[in-house]
Nanobody
């Protein structure tokens, strides 16, 4: 059974940092691309970044480039999203998701499996 468990959210002041974790089980590390998404109240879910399991290629949305960085720990089967220089507009529920294959996309509809989400709140 494929499972993703996102954690690491919380309350942080503007300019602060958080590191989100996505613990993954039920599929081979190399076979899936993992994406990070967020959804703020009243807004559509949007893609933040994605990382290919097979070769580590990444893609980022323009609004998080130079602030957010994705990484992986193969031994722990966990993906991370390091978020720096957080802004109040980054406040949202953050999700990790998985899709089979190497194709990098930030479109939520292309992802098959989803974690439960973790709340990130950035105060001004």
């Amino acid at each position: 059974e494929v499972q993703l468990q996102a954690s690491g959210g919380g309350l942080v002041q503007a300019g602060g940092s958080l590191r989100l974790s996505c613990a993954i089980s039920g599929f081979a590390f190399d076979d899936y691309t993992i994406g990070w998404f967020r959804q703020a109240p009243g807004k559509e879910r949007e893609g933040i970044s994605c990382i290919s399991g097979s070769d580590g290629r990444t893609n980022y949305a323009d609004f998080v480039k130079d602030r957010f960085t994705g990484s992986s720990d193969r031994a722990k089967n966990t993906r991370y999203l390091q978020m720096n220089s957080l802004k109040p507009e980054d406040t949202a529920v953050y999700y990790c998701a998985a899709r089979r294959g190497r194709y990098l996309t930030l479109t939520p509809a292309f992802y098959t499996y989803w974690g439960q989400g973790t709340q990130v709140t950035v105060s001004s």
